[in-house]
């Protein structure tokens, strides 16, 4: 029968968290994410760590924050979007007064601010590079914080909606290959800035479901090996999509009915000129330029309280069945995945805390993925092996652990207003 061998996995993780060994001196940049990987497998098993381990690491992360906001990849270090990102998720899985309240929310909001760029997107530092996985990483932090404003949000969409390929999947940036990871923080991302309407969801569905590989595990690209991080990355993105299901329906109808007109129009038309192909080509492409713009502005005029998008988001109904088998996934994380103490991309490759991290959180959507609330317990027989191997549910926008994504979230709501 196939454990989860909690025991195992428990003294792996406590010990990185104490200390790691030289060769480690790679990833001294990536300290925070070392951190968050850890933490939050940890929770993910529903284990907690001693007050003297928590407390050392609120001090450390605390030491990483830069003085002009946001968090480096150590102390010392220069602010970077996705050090933030994972610190600040360690903080809130830390839970607690003294890890919430460590968080300079202020200084963290003008850093966003400067790290903003005028395509809409944002760079992962200073001078650094633009891509959809630091949109995310940006608008993740702003969310759960309570820091989320217009401001940072104008133009994101747009970006983001640039950069889904043809294949359907949404790439790093423009005109790049569709991938996993950015699919996940393109979809999570326009979720969270309430212009997840503006991407084609059909056509992302087709990408994402045939990504699962016949070993049962997901694949990051067409044509690629699978790994168990994409787990999570690509489970991740299956479980928002069963949230998603009525805009993804209005979509397909729509479709249907444009394809019906345009069958309709050329019956009745037997002859048509290059030219005015190209007339109705550029009209409609103008006409939705326009109705995009229009859009945008009505979303800029009206009050969107972009705090309460990810509560009331998790608390809707997924209706929809899940879109991968979730038995062959579970199966290949047990099988082929998790070794003693640990887990890996895949067999003949070696453990490490990163894809610990997002193999028990791909292993936790699977659990879940059955489930039409979040806080459901599933039923025994969707759960691959003994029920013991049933993990904490997470919020699949910013990948914590429910519980203290709700901890979270009611602090930041009544907390005082940031500071600049």
């Not at 492409?285 to 859009?295: F, G, I, T």
Request: hydrophobic share 35%.
């Amino acid at each position: 029968m196939l454990e989860v061998q909690r025991d195992k996995h428990m003294e792996y993780l406590t010990k990185g968290l104490r200390q790691l060994g030289s060769s480690f001196v790679v990833l001294d940049a990536n300290r925070p994410w070392i951190c968050y990987w850890i933490l939050h497998s940890i929770a993910l098993l529903g284990e907690s760590i001693e007050a003297e381990l928590e407390d050392n690491a609120i001090n450390f992360l605390n030491r990483c924050q830069h003085p002009d906001g946001g968090y480096g990849g150590g102390p010392g270090q220069l602010p970077h979007l996705a050090t933030t990102y994972a610190a600040v998720n360690s903080l809130i899985t830390l839970g607690g007064h003294k890890a919430l309240s460590s968080i300079n929310r202020g200084k963290l909001y003008m850093f966003l601010l400067k790290m903003k760029d005028a395509s809409g997107g944002f760079r992962m530092h200073d001078g650094g590079e633009i891509d959809v996985r630091a949109c995310y990483t940006a608008i993740s932090v702003a969310s759960i914080l309570n820091i989320l404003d217009y401001e940072l949000v104008q133009n994101v969409g747009n970006y983001i909606v640039s950069c889904q390929t043809y294949e359907g999947g949404i790439a790093g940036e423009p005109f790049s290959e569709a991938h996993g990871g950015y699919t996940f923080c393109g979809l999570a991302t326009m979720i969270l800035i309430d212009e997840v309407n503006s991407l084609d969801l059909p056509r992302l569905i087709d990408w994402v479901v045939f990504r699962q590989g016949v070993e049962g595990g997901f694949q990051g690209r067409t044509n690629k090996l699978v790994d168990g991080c994409y787990s999570f990355w690509q489970g991740g993105v299956c479980a928002l999509i069963r949230r998603l299901h009525s805009i993804a329906d209005e979509q397909l109808l729509a479709l249907d009915a444009g394809e019906e007109d345009r069958c309709t129009d050329s019956s009745q038309t037997s002859t048509s000129s290059d030219f005015c192909e190209e007339e109705e080509c550029l009209e409609e492409n103008l006409s939705r330029v326009d109705e995009a713009w229009q859009e945008g502005q009505r979303n800029a005029c009206s009050a969107v309280n972009f705090f309460t998008i990810g509560l009331k988001f998790i608390k809707e109904h997924a209706d929809l069945e899940p879109l991968f088998d979730s038995m062959e996934l579970q199966q290949y994380i047990l099988l082929c995945s998790q070794v003693d103490g640990g887990f890996r991309d895949k067999p003949g490759k070696y453990k490490d805390y990163y894809h610990t991290c997002y193999c028990l959180s791909g292993l936790s959507a699977c659990q879940y993925s059955w489930s039409k609330r979040a806080d459901s317990h599933p039923l025994p027989r969707v759960v691959l092996g003994p029920y013991s191997n049933l993990l904490q549910p997470v919020h699949p926008l910013f990948n914590v652990v429910l519980e203290r994504f709700f901890e979270a979230h009611k602090f930041f709501s009544k907390g005082p207003k940031i500071s600049l």
